[in-house]
């Protein structure tokens, strides 16, 4: 099945059900900044909760936390973001003064000296832009006052070890999980919600013994992609991309991204690094706290090694959303849908009176109300039956059931699937139990054919 997604009919879709509004729209929008309407919260909490569930529901390893955003200001000289988190910036001396990261520059001009891509003027010499939004605590802004909003959730996990470790009742190998905001002040934002200035990461540090870093950083690096895979991405759309030494992170003694096929090429779904025990160690030598694991039963201490798989909840949910569009014509007619695994959908049922009249619409919605008991679902009566189930289809409404005349007779609905598009009639009375049988069912997407 070949792809006809674009980015740009991605971004048309988000505007047009929902998902997604330009910030600030009203004032002329705020570039790279995105507001997520209805449908884009219901999504990307879905995708949220699947990956606690990974983590969480079905393990018994890991706990959550919520961290604060800002943290004591030694954090970030501790971890080295104060000195070491930066871009090479450029500007254009030419007409659009433009500033580039000039790294992504040599990427793309590998030969010969470098241009401004948007005017072809010459650029200045390259100066180190620190990444991270200052801010200021207190009345007075003064140097004592200054904090950072964080450009990853990570740390806050590492500054909770020991807390985690009194509390939680575990030991190594375990890990600690949390969603949260994080904030990167980007040279060059773009592609829609690929990257922003403000994004939502998801993230779990996963302490273990040295001698067991190696093994658990396989482990992680292959149930990562197959978390993907499970929630309906196509295989041939996912690659691990094993980093190079030179890329590696001077703490790192190995990283691994999953890549997915965008529209505008590979690109970081999510990291999955072996930090070894450079962050507990430099978090105890800043703080003066012992940030170590002590076997009660022998004795033994050690600080742990992390294995980190970090992804980004906006990121996810734009490759499922690109993953699942799709185009196709029925019955001279093109439809355009949302193939999206019956799990991440935001809306799983939407119940339909064929008209509205003969009772019909009060019927529909006394099967609504029992549905959405069971699961998030929608009642719509606007429009024709036809438009109602394309307004639905674009939604990744998975299954839609309409109240008609024969309903009123034998008490059955037509119950439809979006991605075969089969109709089969069923008792009022099985409905519930049948869609609760589906949602758990197996599930694999049309695109990978049969």
Same mark, same amino acid.
């Given at each position: ?6 980015? +740009?009919? /991605? #971004? %048309? $879709? ?10 600030? *729209?009203?004032? @002329?929008? &705020? ?28 393990? +018994?390893? /890991? #706990? %959550? $936390? ?10 970030? *000289?501790?971890? @080295?973001? &104060? ?368």
């Amino acid at each position: 099945m070949a792809d006809v997604v674009t980015m +740009d009919k /991605i #971004v %048309a $879709l988000c505007k047009r059900r929902g998902f997604l509004f330009q910030s600030s *729209e009203i004032y @002329g929008g &705020l570039g790279s900044a995105y507001d997520y309407g209805h449908y884009g919260v219901l999504l990307k909490t879905n995708v949220k909760n699947e990956w606690w569930r990974a983590m969480i529901g079905e393990r +018994d390893d /890991i #706990v %959550a $936390l919520d961290s604060a955003i800002i943290l004591h200001p030694k954090v970030w *000289e501790a971890s @080295g973001h &104060l000195a070491g988190f930066s871009d090479p910036l450029v500007q254009c001396l030419g007409k659009c003064k433009r500033r580039w990261r000039a790294d992504h520059l040599r990427e793309a001009q590998p030969e010969g000296e470098l241009k401004c891509p948007e005017c072809g003027g010459d650029l200045t010499e390259p100066r180190h832009f620190n990444l991270m939004f200052r801010t200021h605590v207190g009345p007075v802004e003064d140097e004592g006052s200054e904090v950072f909003l964080r450009p990853e959730t990570a740390q806050g996990i590492f500054l909770n070890f020991k807390n985690a470790l009194q509390t939680a009742r575990k030991k190594p190998p375990f890990g600690i999980a949390q969603v949260g905001k994080s904030f990167r002040n980007e040279i060059t934002p773009g592609n829609f919600i690929f990257r922003t200035r403000e994004f939502e990461q998801m993230e779990m540090e996963f302490f273990v013994p040295p001698d067991q870093a190696q093994q658990w950083y396989e482990f992680w690096r292959g149930a990562r992609r197959d978390w993907y895979e499970q929630l309906g991405i196509r295989p041939d759309h996912l690659r691990l991309r094993e980093h190079d030494p030179d890329e590696l992170s001077h703490y790192s003694s190995g990283t691994a991204d999953v890549e997915y096929l965008f529209p505008m090429g590979w690109s970081e779904l999510e990291g999955v690094a072996n930090r070894g025990d450079f962050d507990l160690k430099q978090h105890a030598e800043h703080s003066g706290e012992k940030l170590e694991y002590v076997d009660s039963a022998t004795g033994d201490r050690y600080v742990p090694h992390v294995i980190e798989p970090a992804a980004g909840a906006d990121r996810a949910m734009l490759a499922f959303m690109v993953d699942a569009y799709d185009e196709e014509t029925v019955e001279g007619r093109e439809r355009v849908l949302l193939r999206l695994h019956p799990r991440l959908a935001p809306v799983k049922v939407a119940v339909l009176p064929l008209v509205n009249k003969d009772g019909q619409p009060e019927l529909a919605r006394r099967i609504y109300e029992e549905l959405r008991e069971l699961m998030p679902a929608e009642f719509d009566t606007g429009g024709s039956i036809g438009k109602r189930y394309r307004r639905q289809d674009e939604i990744g409404t998975p299954w839609g059931v309409t109240v008609d005349h024969q309903t009123l007779e034998d008490e059955t609905v037509t119950l439809r699937d979006r991605d075969t598009l089969d109709q089969s009639r069923i008792a009022i009375t099985e409905l519930s139990a049948e869609l609760r049988r589906r949602l758990h069912a197996d599930w694999r997407s049309p695109k990978l054919g049969a």
